[in-house]
C-alpha cells in the first residue's frame, strides 16, 4: 500500500499532498523508504515546512526515475532498482 510507512511519521495533511500529482509511485517509495530508514530526519523536514518537503522528494522523484529510466536494459535483466541506483551513486538516504 502506497506511503503506509509515512502514514504512521508524517501528518494526515502532508499524506494527502503526497497523494496527488506530481508525485508518482516512485516518489511514494522513496517516502516511505525515508520513512523506514530515517523517520526522525522524515519528521524533521516535514517541521520545516511543506513546499521544504514537496520539493525535496519532486527532486529525489525526478533523480531516480531519471536513472531508472536510462536503466532499463539493467531492470529487465532482474537488476534491482536499489542496485541500479547505488551503481549510480544516487544517494536514497535523507
Not at 533523480?63 to 536510462?70: A, M
Amino acid at each position: 500500500m502506497p506511503l503506509s510507512i509515512a502514514a504512521k511519521v508524517l501528518q494526515k495533511a502532508t499524506i494527502s499532498q503526497l497523494a496527488k500529482d506530481p508525485f508518482t509511485p516512485q516518489g511514494w517509495k522513496i517516502v516511505d523508504r525515508w520513512a523506514f530508514n530515517s523517520p526522525e530526519k522524515l519528521v524533521e523536514l516535514e517541521q520545516q515546512g511543506e513546499i521544504k518537503l514537496m520539493n525535496r522528494v519532486l527532486e529525489q522523484q525526478r533523480l531516480e526515475v531519471q536513472v531508472l529510466s536510462e536503466s532499463l536494459e539493467q531492470r529487465n535483466n532482474g537488476v534491482a532498482e536499489h542496485e541500479i541506483l547505488a551503481a549510480n551513486e544516487v544517494q536514497t538516504e535523507l
